[in-house]
């Protein structure tokens, strides 16, 4: 796009496409008075900023408004189709996709399996992530920018990804350049707890809150910060990455190394509860079904009642032990749970870490289940896709539609 100059009519016009198609997309359908009136745009410019925008593809006629006096209103709408966003949540064992529109419309979903080793060469990730791309949209266009997130964090400084020793094959030089020459268009590559903060503070619980943390716990633990609004990831990627927190009670990395559970993961993590549940004779496959089995025992009021209650309440302390030292620190408006376990704990085990945060450190943030449905991994993706790419399409008459997928 070319530079736009202060005061020109294109910077002028510019404005008033950007505001119009943002109108549209959190209003419409709208008819030409309706978009004038709310974009304070005389009739004249609001049927020219249209036509602009229907010539370049990002504004197309969604039918007409009946029944009303005068003549029948056309009514316009975004054109869903002028740009489409992707978002990967990956695993060691899969890759999970989905595909939205430029209205945020999630139009079609893949999943992947990754059972073995990735191979450790550039080739082997950025063909896994191209067949889940293809898998997920066979007949769409290829998508204008891809995120993804994984269980580590990229470092800014030299571009590799961190905390990430259990997801082979990724620890390669310029991996958003690679990943970018290979799947043909823009790539992120973001924390998948991060992703799920930014979906909590755009659709769940935290929504209205500048000072949040999100704590994700299940086989894995992590966290997510967000401060003044912002999302925050320090100066390697690594902020929230509790899991390798020292913690009072669990081995460090200098005893068992860092490859071992340690610090706050080895205190509170899926196979510590897991351990603690079964010392009180409650089972479950999984950390989030031993958590749910044992809430509905301790709530059950049966034989095994007591030993629930006993053992959620240990866990609790666990859990809030970590959360403790990063609420001193922080000092939040709200701290937010979510990942398998503890949404698995619902209302019975949030109240046990609330309580327990509380006793422990002077802030007594509310501490709140989220509310994010589905995978927040990829709602998450999506918005921060979604925020780039339909910044590029507001700022430009330019349709931006590109091919298939190679």
């Not at 310029?174 to 990943?179: T, V």
């Not at 006793?359 to 589905?374: E, F, M, Q």
């Amino acid at each position: 796009m070319s530079q736009l100059v202060p005061g020109t009519p294109s910077l002028l016009r510019a404005i008033n496409d950007r505001a119009a198609l943002q109108v549209l997309l959190d209003r419409g359908p709208l008819t030409r008075p309706e978009l004038g009136a709310l974009t304070g745009l005389s009739k004249p410019t609001a049927s020219q900023l249209l036509s602009r925008l229907q010539e370049a593809g990002l504004v197309v006629l969604d039918g007409i408004r009946e029944g009303l006096p005068g003549r029948t209103a056309e009514l316009y709408r975004i054109n869903a189709a002028a740009a489409h966003v992707a978002a990967l949540d990956v695993t060691p064992a899969r890759i999970a996709v989905a595909v939205a529109d430029l209205t945020g419309t999630v139009v079609a979903e893949h999943r992947l399996a990754t059972p073995g080793r990735a191979a450790g060469d550039p080739k082997g990730v950025v063909a896994k992530v191209r067949a889940a791309l293809a898998g997920a949209g066979p007949g769409l266009p290829r998508p204008n920018r891809v995120v993804i997130g994984i269980q580590g964090a990229l470092d800014p400084g030299t571009g590799r990804l961190g905390y990430a020793a259990h997801i082979p094959g990724w620890h390669m030089p310029d991996l958003l350049g690679r990943l970018r020459d290979g799947v043909g268009v823009p790539v992120d590559v973001e924390n998948d707890v991060n992703l799920v903060a930014l979906a909590e503070q755009a659709h769940g619980t935290a929504r209205g809150h500048r000072d949040f943390v999100l704590l994700w716990a299940d086989a894995g633990i992590g966290s997510a910060l967000v401060l003044g609004g912002r999302l925050h990831r320090g100066a390697t990627g690594g902020a929230g990455e509790v899991g390798y927190m020292p913690a009072v009670g669990a081995p460090t990395a200098r005893e068992v190394g860092e490859g071992a559970d340690h610090g706050y993961q080895a205190l509170s993590g899926g196979p510590a509860v897991l351990r603690v549940l079964r010392e009180h004779g409650l089972r479950g496959a999984t950390p989030a079904v031993a958590v749910r089995h044992a809430v509905r025992a301790a709530d059950g009021g049966g034989r095994l009642a007591p030993a629930a209650r006993e053992a959620l309440g240990e866990v609790a302390g666990r859990l809030a032990m970590g959360l403790a030292a990063v609420t001193a620190v922080v000092d939040p408006e709200l701290v937010v749970l979510s990942g398998g376990m503890l949404l698995a704990g619902g209302e019975t085990l949030r109240a046990l870490i609330e309580r327990e945060l509380h006793a422990l450190c002077l802030p007594n943030p509310p501490v709140r289940l989220s509310t994010v449905a589905g995978n927040p991994v990829l709602a998450g993706g999506l918005d921060l896709a979604l925020d780039a790419v339909r910044d590029e399409v507001f700022s430009s008459t330019k349709v931006l539609m590109t091919g298939a997928h190679g």
